[in-house]
Structures are given as structure tokens and as C-alpha cells.
T-cell receptor, first 115, second 119 residues
Framework: AQSVTQLGSHVSVSEGALVLLRCNYS??????LFWYVQYPNQGLQLLLKYTSAATLVKGINGFEAEFKKSETSFHLTKPSAHMSDAAEYFCAVRRSGAGSYQLTFGKGTKLSVIP | NAGVTQTPKFQVLKTGQSMTLQCAQDMNHNSMYWYRQDPGMGLRLIYYSASEGTTDKGEVPNGYNVSRLNKREFSLRLESAAPSQTSVYFC??????????????????FGDGTRLSIL
């Protein structure tokens, strides 16, 4: 079964510093991976996704993620954090087999940006 | 461009009361989903509807029922609310593409959520 693990429930960075949010996946088939962002009191918004077309995926708001099969990772990065990046971030994998319409989400990482 | 619309946004219930959460999408998607979000738990799938006329249980279906009213609308019903159902509920929709067709446009699109408290 497919699953994702997000390392760190809470990450704090200074404004202007590198943002690195970690996601590792477990999948017996080629995975389809997603990063979503949730701002306070809002729904989830798609940041980017990996669908095997390219290992380095660029998303909205300057975020990108690199798919590394050897490390079973899909970490999210942004070179320079902005105050507006403070939010909760979720990694997700699309399931295969009978549940292929389902996404399995990680538990989320809350990003705080310190001025 | 509304996307996925959920009503109500907030609700407080007493234990044992019933209520229906409404969801509508205007993206002509075939598949719709209901999730609950609890602190430290991420999102967990309650029920989903792969296409109009079908519904299936997700990870945490107990205590809930769903109705796929038509292609646009997918409702979630709590028949007898319990404090353990206090949560934020999200509806989502997507194209009904098989896994191998997870192309550049496939994703689940979410509403803004319903914050439900059960006393």
C-alpha cells in the first residue's frame, strides 16, 4: 500500500532562509506524489505534483520538489522564505489498485516564518 | 470561478443531533470526496464517489452516510452526532482518470471546509 511520512510536524525558518520540508514515500509501484498547502482557516491548495514527466517539479509561489527514487523522497524546497509562506503543508500519494481515486496524506508540517 | 463550495462553514451541534453537510462543484468533475481533518492526523478519507451513482467507504466511514445527488453535488450526513466527530470536514473533487492517466491536470481540488463542533 502507498503511504507518505512527513518528518517534522513543525518547522521554523527565518525570513529569507531556505525552506526544506521532508516527505518520504512508500510505494510498490511508481508513485504519483503531491504537495498541498493549507493557509489558516482555508482549504488545501495544490502546490505541485510529480507524475513521472520530470524529477524536478516546479510549483506555485516559488516552491519546487525533487523526486528521488533511490531515497524514496519528495522533499519540498524554497530558496528564500517569505512571511506569507507560513502555513501547513501536506504531502500526499495517489493510491494504486482498487483505491486509485484516493489520496493518502501525510500528517502535515506546519511552517513558521520568523521575521 | 467557485470551484468546490461547502455549506455551512461553521456548525455547532449537540450530541445525538443530525445534520447534512453540503458540497457542490462546478468543474464538471466525475469524482468527489469527503475528508475529515484532525490535529496531527492529516486528512482522512471518509467516503468517496468515483462517479455519479457510486459511493465507496474510505478509511473512517463509521457514523457517516453520503449521497451523490447528481454530478455536481455530494452530501455527507451525520445521523447521530458524537463528540468524536468534532472536526473540520473537507469536500474535494477530481477528474475520474485511472491511475496511469495521472497526467498534468489530475489533482483533487478542495473546498474551504466546514468546522463542526459537537457538544
Amino acid at each position: 500500500a502507498q503511504s507518505v511520512t512527513q518528518l517534522g510536524s513543525h518547522v521554523s525558518v527565518s525570513e529569507g532562509a531556505l525552506v526544506l520540508l521532508r516527505c518520504n514515500y512508500s510505494s510498490s509501484v511508481p508513485p504519483y506524489l503531491f504537495w498541498y498547502v493549507q493557509y489558516p482557516n482555508q482549504g488545501l491548495q495544490l502546490l505541485l505534483k510529480y507524475t513521472s514527466a520530470a524529477t524536478l517539479v516546479k510549483g506555485i509561489n516559488g516552491f519546487e520538489a525533487e523526486f528521488k527514487k533511490s531515497e524514496t523522497s519528495f522533499h519540498l524546497t524554497k530558496p528564500s522564505a517569505h512571511m506569507s509562506d507560513a502555513a501547513e503543508y501536506f504531502c500526499a500519494v495517489r493510491r494504486s489498485g482498487a483505491g486509485s481515486y484516493q489520496l493518502t496524506f501525510g500528517k502535515g508540517t506546519k511552517l513558521s516564518v520568523i521575521p | 470561478n467557485a470551484g468546490v463550495t461547502q455549506t455551512p462553514k461553521f456548525q455547532v451541534l449537540k450530541t445525538g443531533q443530525s445534520m447534512t453537510l453540503q458540497c457542490a462543484q462546478d468543474m464538471n468533475h466525475n469524482s468527489m470526496y469527503w475528508y475529515r481533518q484532525d490535529p496531527g492526523m492529516g486528512l482522512r478519507l471518509i467516503y468517496y464517489s468515483a462517479s455519479e451513482g457510486t459511493t465507496d467507504k474510505g478509511e473512517v466511514p463509521n457514523g457517516y452516510n453520503v449521497s451523490r445527488l447528481n454530478k455536481r453535488e455530494f452530501s455527507l450526513r451525520l445521523e447521530s452526532a458524537a463528540p468524536s466527530q468534532t472536526s473540520v470536514y473537507f469536500c474535494a473533487s477530481s477528474e475520474a482518470a485511472p491511475l496511469k492517466q495521472t497526467g498534468p491536470t489530475w489533482a483533487q481540488h478542495f473546498g474551504d471546509g466546514t468546522r463542526l463542533s459537537i457538544l
